[in-house]
């Protein structure tokens, strides 16, 4: 499994991941309760409003509004930040945002520091950063807890030990929390976070800096909110002596009323919940008078290649809330979970933005991982055109001859008689009556020339009468004006 | 802010400007924002908490009790004590509670409620139960809304085991938009206080095999108190 030191990229053994994964027992009975929950919760809650789809029309348009505005959105964030005491950061890079981050948690003389979970900092490698700089940052999300302990990254946006059984997690508490009774029983959910929350309320109280991340900021109000069901979020950003919140540039929206929009489709999309149980509004430092609350409030600003983004065909995902409603939805997902896309990002959402951050020669198998069901696009809540874009990558991926010779020269061969539908028709024909003779016995290929690929899993069956395209013509020709057949059809689609 | 961070500050800003193929200065445009800030029009809002006073305050008990928390109605503010303390009873807990310097809670007669030990101020972490009385409500959700400061201490939201929350009914109102626009009222345009807590439910966690479990790191239970008269709110 991919360990977190640095968050090296495994995306390039993509293949060999998926391999791994579909052959671990532990990780499939775990990716069973993904399809199952999260999809039947999203229905659900979705079909109990009947403003869901107005709704994500209208969060599309907020986070396209605001994209297309981001300098003066940044610029009127920052004003109101600074004038309610807090204090802005701009990092071009990762390395830069660890930086920040280090010089801020020295002033403090910071040992421990408490950490929401946070995607962003999982991007830029933050807690080895840290650890590595004398600072030993606790994950306080359950999740997360859970994940730092197994020294791995997060399998899911959302759910980041969502890979794991509870008898993995019981092993790993018995192996850290060696204070505790060894007689304990730890046999249920309910006693493995009880255990948790014990452990982690000690760390609340003697954090010296809280870090957390942001789901959405506020340019009307210079607020940063953050969402979370466990309370974790808030005791670290309530208790500590400063917050820093790091977040990348791209979550602003303009207003309250603009926040209460996409707030209405992140808690429904991401966990089936009408709302998150905490949706928190943070505003600057503790005021004149406040007993509690933070002394210093810095926010850190991270760039790491999204103002280019937003120039190329990518842009669109720079919508993405974090929802993780497409990975949720999708099959390759569901069958080798989060680790084997290799980096911080899975899924479709991954499989698109994770070209952008770490390169297409790195990642090009991710949007190849993709049976392009489309499924993705219809659950996204700010309707970004993932399949597209995924197609995207691959034609560059084709054009910068980073495809294997074998596709290539596939698709040159395939391609050769898509272009001329005609020859495409009378050779398809030709094969497909073939097939069905040699086939006519049994049905069905258990090994075929060229398709061993497929065959060594399942057989292929053997076609039973004309090709689709011919029966499309004499399904058209029957039922539509008589003049429509044939003469308009268009390229045939890929077989 | 240092020189390091001016340079990044107008790299990030410039490259922004490139790659939308605009310098910035251009005039529609800056009135385009600074109109949609100060105007912040509202988009959808969903027609399920535009209802009458008193439905609108079923709906939201519904959707409390829909997000495992509960709610019980008091005709008037004299009335809290005997709720808490029945509430607190009804859990076996100790009869001890902490809020903070809200004017409501300050004047509310606990002394009714017997020995009921209250504390005042922050929570250091050893409260079982705290009270706190909340800015307002969204009945299309069964959200609390709750404002920082030495009224109601952010603190109390989170540390104690059990979190009892006073509402006026006249402050639940059917929508979040409603809320935003009482919060400009209250603390200004563009202004925030440090923290609004919107809190729906109590904490929980389904981060093991999807299992959800109640009492995370925040408060186990969520208790509402909802002040007045329901058939009767006086507005909001």
Not at chain 2, 33 to 50: K, N
Not at chain 2, 55 to 69: I, N, Q, S
Not at chain 2, 223 to 234: A, E, F, L, T
Request: hydrophobic share 40%.
């Amino acid at each position: 499994m991919t360990q977190a030191g640095g968050h090296a990229a495994t995306s390039p053994r993509f293949k060999d991941n998926a391999k791994a994964a579909l052959a671990d027992a532990d990780l499939q009975n775990a990716l069973k309760f993904v399809e199952v929950n999260f999809i039947a919760r999203r229905r659900e809650v979705a079909d109990k409003l009947p403003e869901f789809e107005a709704l994500r029309d209208s969060a599309r348009d907020i986070k396209e509004h605001t994209l297309a505005h981001l300098d003066l959105y940044l610029e009127a964030y920052e004003r109101r930040v600074v004038e309610q005491g807090g204090h802005v950061h701009y990092a071009v890079t990762g390395e830069d945002a660890q930086r920040i981050i280090l010089d801020i948690c020295r002033k403090f003389g910071a040992r421990t520091v408490t950490k929401g979970k946070s995607m962003v900092a999982e991007e830029i490698g933050l807690n080895d950063f840290l650890e590595q700089n004398g600072v030993i940052p606790i994950e306080t999300d359950l999740g997360e807890y859970i994940i730092q302990l197994r020294h791995e990254i997060p399998s899911h946006i959302i759910a980041p030990a969502v890979h794991l059984t509870k008898a993995q997690i019981e092993d790993d508490f018995r192996r850290v929390h060696t204070h505790l009774p060894r007689d304990r029983n730890l046999s249920e959910p309910t006693s493995l976070l009880a255990e948790a929350r014990g452990v982690l309320r000690e760390k609340f109280l003697a954090a010296d800096v809280g870090i957390t991340g942001a789901n959405f900021l506020v340019a009307e109000t210079g607020t940063s909110v953050i969402v979370t069901n466990e309370g974790n979020g808030d005791l670290t950003q309530t208790l500590p002596k400063a917050h820093i919140v790091l977040a990348s540039i791209e979550k602003l929206v303009p207003t309250l009323e603009d926040l209460a929009q996409l707030l209405r489709v992140l808690a429904r999309s991401a966990t089936g919940q009408e709302m998150s149980v905490y949706t928190t509004l943070s505003t600057g430092p503790r005021r004149a008078g406040d007993p509690d609350g933070p002394g210093e409030y810095h926010v850190v600003l991270l760039d790491n290649g999204r103002s280019s983004m937003l120039a190329g065909e990518f842009r669109d995902m720079l919508r993405c809330i974090r929802c993780g409603a497409c990975m949720n939805h999708c099959p390759v997902y569901h069958a080798v979970g989060g680790h084997a896309y290799g980096w911080v990002y899975p899924g479709p959402m991954g499989a698109v933005l994770t070209p952008s951050l770490i390169g297409i020669d790195k990642a090009g198998h991710l949007p190849n991982a993709s049976t392009f069901c489309g499924r993705c696009e219809e659950v996204c809540p700010v309707r970004i055109p993932l399949p597209r874009m995924m197609r995207s990558w691959r034609e560059r991926e084709f054009e910068r001859h980073l495809s294997p010779a074998t596709v290539r020269s596939g698709i040159a061969f395939w391609g050769f008689f898509a272009r001329r539908p005609r020859l495409y028709g009378f050779v398809t024909a030709i094969a497909a009556r073939l097939l069905a003779f040699a086939g006519r016995a049994r049905g069905r290929f258990s090994s075929l020339p060229l398709a061993s690929g497929w065959t060594r899993y399942r057989d292929f069956p053997a076609p039973q009468g004309a090709t689709f395209q011919a029966q499309w013509s004499a399904e058209r020709g029957r039922t539509a004006r008589p003049s429509s057949s044939g003469r308009d059809a268009r390229a045939p689609g890929p077989p | 802010m240092t020189a390091r961070d001016v340079t990044a500050r107008d790299l990030i800003l410039a490259t922004i400007r490139r790659s939308l193929g605009v310098a910035g200065t251009e005039a529609p445009r800056r009135l385009e924002v600074t109109t949609r800030l100060s105007a912040h029009p509202s988009g959808v809002v969903p027609a399920r908490g535009q209802l009458p006073p008193a439905a609108r305050l079923d709906l939201f008990v519904r959707m409390v009790e829909g997000a495992a928390g509960t709610v019980e109605r008091a005709a008037q503010a004299a009335d809290i004590p005997a709720a808490v303390a029945a509430f607190l009873r009804g859990h076996n807990l100790p009869l001890a509670i902490r809020h903070g310097d809200d004017p409501l809670l300050a004047e509310v007669p606990w002394g009714r409620a017997g020995t009921l030990e209250i504390r005042r101020g922050a929570s250091d972490g050893t409260d079982l139960a705290a009270v706190s009385h909340a800015f307002g409500a969204v009945a299309e959700t069964g959200t609390l809304i709750l404002t920082s400061g030495a009224d109601n201490p952010t603190t109390l939201n989170f540390l104690p085991d059990v979190h009892i929350v006073v509402v006026n009914a006249r402050d639940v109102a059917s929508d979040f938009e409603a809320v935003m626009a009482r919060l400009r009222e209250r603390f200004g345009v563009g202004l925030m206080p440090r923290a609004v807590n919107m809190i729906t439910g109590p904490s929980r966690s389904a981060d093991i095999e999807q299992t959800l479990i109640l009492g995370a790191h925040g408060p186990r239970k969520l208790h509402v108190i909802m002040v007045g008269d329901p058939s009767r709110p006086s507005g909001g």
